[in-house]
């Protein structure tokens, strides 16, 4: 089943073609990696895909509705955690998770349990009460995936989850993805960190608004003849034009 | 030097391309004065008034009629007793209770006394003071009538007595008190929110771990406001002058050397105010509620000084707006001299002194 | 003369202990890593060294001079460019140089040389704001207006977090020709794979410094034994293999799983641990197309290693 499908999704600001004509389609219950230089798009078609922009032209869809006509349905299935803002730092975690629930109108009796089951499930049971400005990133961190995804989503977009965190909550991290993932959740991610780039059952590379490349990591190094991402990244990218505009 | 000027053109860039900012650092204190004007000049029209006539003589109801027939009052109705007299201003029925001494006619006649007492609700000051000055008017005008005809000197005391504020004071009050309100604004808050700016964009960090003095800094940062705050000072004086008919009997000079002196001391706080917060919201609400509230609530502008419980009187005392309107109140309405505001020049010159020296003092060579 | 010098530096932020006592020589002309996560103390160090910050206690000498009594010395000596973009948006490029020139009471022409290479790739947008350039721009940007005075030591905190890799490489480039006009360069960084384009670096976690040495060094300083392993199913795989008692730590490393492994086998068997061992069991897991190689560490490894 697909879960999110871009057909010739297009966004131009004035002159400006920030997204060009992209087509992808993303399988239910993938890890689907997006990578792009600083500018390539990533962030515009993201926000398109989620509902919060309308395309110039084109059509997506995402979990099954229709990302210009019912954008309130998309945002109603879909998850998102970036880097930059997920959880309110003055509030405690539970009081976070609580409120994730109360806005995707989670009824507050189930809320309760999942605040639970959620906590069990990253081991932090003990910090129920606790503040999110004293947790350490590295569990600030899993803590946003766990309330992005805390109303059940189809799909969950993250934007640069793991920058800055240290190696070992990195990979604790993925594999909390993982998890996800198994669950039949959708994942769709960037990062600026090739070696994640493996970890993804799908990898696209966006260049200059286009996407360059898309196929599994194991295909992508066959196809660019490269030993990693990484080479295959400097090798797309390279070729970016507009990356100084 | 090249430092200094370098930065201080920076500072300029930063107004002047914030276009919003700058029109409202250029138009609010225009606006202000606009609208405290209106409220002065209002012409008022079909008042109601009330009258207790106890001598129900020829004067008094000849005094009664020109009061009727003018334009601006409406007579609604005569009183018994004086004892009605407050219930009918706690209705807010009437705007002036005009109150006339018993014996009237005869009193004016025999010993060329008589008394009129004119009262009005003081919590809009404005109006009260309109409305008591047009019936003072006409009752001078019937007095001169009267002395016309029998060549007698009569004397009419007209006692203006205000209810619930009962010193209101001269209308022309409101230019200096604008004055005082809007230097401080522009000054205090600017300078404040815009050195918190820096350190919330990061950019004081770089400063800071270059050569430039923090002196340089500081003063790059004040000089655009201090020009700013002169123009604004210009144009309110114009505006009052030729839009509102405020008379500037006073020496600009001493207009200016006082006006000057406030602005350091308006600045010196907004510098102490960025140092003690890093966010502009901060620095922001801190200018807004600690230094306008004030200015607005105790300087005078608003409630008049002498009728205040004893412990904010001597507040008021260190507010330095009200050492500013006063002065400028006396030299730009009375006429007074420098010589004759040199005690409020004085205190405003130590107030920026000490100001100034806290501040650069207090100004964080480091980020904490 | 060292460059810089660090003894028993310690910070406090009301209770939480930013920095725990780190010592450290930076030599002349050497790009020194700091490297490690965020909330590791990275910042707080580079504002102690560049006297934005006072230490709680311990001392730090930077090109002779004390960060607190020669505070002003230093501030004309050094360049610095803090983790988030710190230039003038609503100004241009040009304007923004040419201030940071006449703070540092010199002139563009004076040092254009030194920031020629760099600023060449800015320079057709010298009339555009600073808030209008792109990411990578900006940073070519503050790397020019942090060179412009010539500084001898450049303090670089997190240049390249949330950059883009070919950017990054192209940053590290930058760096690499600076070194060459003998500048010192103190460069703090989360992203590992950057350590090994230091001559020396730091390991940092939690406000102490884990090692202190050139990447190699590091690296050859590995002390336990590391095998690569892939499977037909990487996502099983790392869940079979840390069930296997003689497999201490087993971590995703992009298209492979890193596992350390303990080679004694518990009965006492003569023959250690080997490749053949773990493949029995992985295909008794049924995982197919199973390839196991021994590999040299890296630096994440050896961080890894180090923080546990």
């Known amino acids: 089943m697909k879960v999110i499908e871009a057909e010739n999704l297009t966004k131009k600001f004035g002159q400006f073609v920030a997204v060009d004509n992209i087509s992808f389609q993303v399988e239910k219950g993938e890890i689907f990696g997006f990578l792009g230089a600083n500018g390539a798009g990533k962030t515009t078609a993201m926000r398109m895909l989620c509902g919060l922009s309308k395309p110039t032209s084109g059509q997506g869809k995402v979990a099954g509705f229709d990302i210009e006509q019912q954008p309130e349905k998309v945002k109603a299935n879909i998850g998102y955690m970036s880097q930059k803002f997920a959880l309110y730092e003055d509030l405690r975690v539970w009081e976070n998770l609580r409120l994730y629930g109360g806005i995707y109108g989670i009824p507050s009796r189930e809320i309760n349990e999942k605040i639970h089951a959620a906590l069990a499930q990253l081991g932090i049971e003990n910090e129920k009460d606790t503040m999110v400005k004293s947790l350490p990133l590295g569990w600030k961190q899993k803590l946003a995936f766990s309330t992005a995804i805390f109303h059940d989503p189809k799909i969950v977009f993250l934007d640069e989850p793991t920058g800055g965190v240290d190696p070992l909550a990195r990979r604790q991290f993925w594999e909390l993805i993982y998890e996800a993932a198994d669950r039949g959740i959708t994942v769709f991610v960037t990062t600026h960190y090739m070696d994640e780039a493996e970890y993804c059952n799908r990898v696209s590379v966006m260049v200059d608004g286009k996407i360059e490349a898309l196929d599994s990591p194991k295909n992508l190094k066959k196809q660019f003849d490269a030993k990693n991402m990484d080479q295959i990244f400097h090798q797309l990218a390279r070729k970016a034009t507009r990356g100084n505009n | 030097m090249r430092q200094f000027i370098t930065f201080t053109r ?101 010993t060329g006394d008589a008394q009129i007492l004119l009262i009005a609700d003081g919590t809009d000051p404005n109006t009260a003071s309109t409305l008591t000055n047009y019936a003072s008017r006409i009752i001078m005008m019937y007095l001169q009538e009267l002395t016309d005809i029998e060549h007698l000197p009569f004397q009419i005391n007209t006692e203006v007595k205000l209810l619930y504020n009962p010193t209101l004071e001269g209308a022309y009050n409101i230019v200096p008190g604008v004055m005082g309100m809007v230097l401080m604004l522009i000054c205090a808050l600017m300078t404040s929110v815009s050195i918190a700016r820096e350190k919330e964009l990061g950019t004081m960090e770089v400063i800071l771990v270059s050569p430039m003095p923090p002196l340089l800094i500081v003063l790059s940062k004040v000089v655009p406001y201090f020009t700013i705050s002169l123009i604004n000072f210009t144009n309110v004086l114009i505006l009052a002058v030729f839009l509102l008919g405020v008379p500037v009997n006073g020496s600009l000079f001493t207009l200016y ?112 | 003369m060292h460059a810089v010098k660090v003894h028993e530096i310690k910070r406090n932020y009301n209770k939480v202990e930013a920095l725990k006592g780190v010592s450290f020589e930076v030599r002349p002309g050497e790009i020194f890593g700091i490297i490690g996560p965020d909330g590791a103390g990275k910042t707080t160090l580079f504002r102690i060294l560049t006297t934005l910050l006072l ?104 240049p390249t977090t949330g950059v883009d890799p070919v950017s990054r490489k192209e940053f590290w480039e930058m760096l690499a020709n600076l070194k060459r006009e003998g500048i010192t360069i103190l460069v703090s960084t989360p992203y590992m794979d950057e350590a090994n384009l230091c001559d020396r670096i730091a390991l940092i976690r939690e406000g102490s410094f884990l090692k202190i040495d050139s990447p190699q060094n590091i690296v050859n300083q590995y002390s336990k034994r590391l095998w690569s392993v892939r499977s037909n199913d990487m996502s099983r795989l790392l869940k079979d293999l840390r069930t296997h008692k003689n497999i201490m730590t087993c971590f995703a490393f992009g298209d492979t799983h890193h596992v350390t492994v303990n080679q004694e086998k518990p009965s006492g068997e003569e023959d250690r641990f080997g490749f053949k061992d773990l493949k029995d069991f992985l295909e008794e897991k049924s995982h197919s197309e199973i390839e196991i190689t021994a590999i040299d560490a890296g630096i994440e490894d050896c961080f890894m290693e180090l923080a546990n």
């Not at chain 2, 920076?10 to 138009?27: G, P, Q």
């Not at chain 2, 020049?345 to 060579?365: E, H, P, Q, T």
């Not at chain 3, 057709?124 to 721009?137: E, I, Q, T, V, Y």
């Open chain 2, 10 to 110: 920076k500072e300029f860039y930063h107004i002047l391309r914030d276009r919003w900012t700058m029109l409202m650092l250029l138009a609010f204190p225009l606006i202000m004065i606009i609208l405290f004007g209106f409220g002065i000049t209002t012409e008022i029209k079909n008042s109601k008034i009330a009258v207790y006539d106890p001598s129900k003589d020829l004067a008094t109801q000849n005094i009664i009629k020109k009061l009727e027939t003018s334009e601006y009052f409406i007579l609604s109705e005569y009183l018994n007793s004086p004892d009605q007299i407050e219930l009918i201003f706690k209705e807010g029925k009437i705007g002036l209770m005009v109150v006339f001494s018993e014996r009237f006619y005869e009193n004016l006649i025999h």
């Open chain 3, 55 to 158: 230490a709680d206690s311990g001392t730090a000498i930077v090109d002779g001079n004390d960060v607190v009594k020669d505070f002003k010395e230093i501030r004309k000596k050094v360049g610095y460019m803090p983790g988030r973009f710190s230039l003038y948006q609503d100004l241009t490029v040009e304007e923004n140089l040419t201030i940071f020139a006449s703070i540092f009471k010199t002139t563009i022409e004076e040092n254009y040389h030194l920031i020629k290479d760099i600023y060449q790739q800015i320079e057709p947008f010298k009339n555009r704001r600073a808030g209008a350039l792109s990411g990578g721009m900006k940073q070519k940007l503050a790397l020019s207006c942090a060179l412009i005075h010539k500084p001898v030591i450049l303090f670089l905190d997190e």
């Open chain 2, 257 to 368: 050397l006082v006006s000057i002196i406030f602005i350091f001391v308006a600045l010196a706080l907004g510098l102490l105010i960025s140092s003690v917060t890093n966010r502009q919201l901060v620095a922001l609400l801190m200018s807004a509620m600690g230094l306008m509230m004030p200015v607005v609530m105790l300087s005078g502008l608003m409630f008049p000084i002498e009728n205040m419980p004893l412990i904010l009187q001597g507040i008021a005392q260190i507010i330095p707006a009200k050492w500013y309107i006063e002065a400028i109140r006396d030299v730009m309405i009375k006429g007074l001299g420098p010589a004759d505001v040199i005690k409020e020049i004085g205190i405003l010159s130590l107030m920026a002194v000490v100001l100034i020296g806290a501040s650069l003092k207090k100004f964080k060579i480091r980020l904490e």
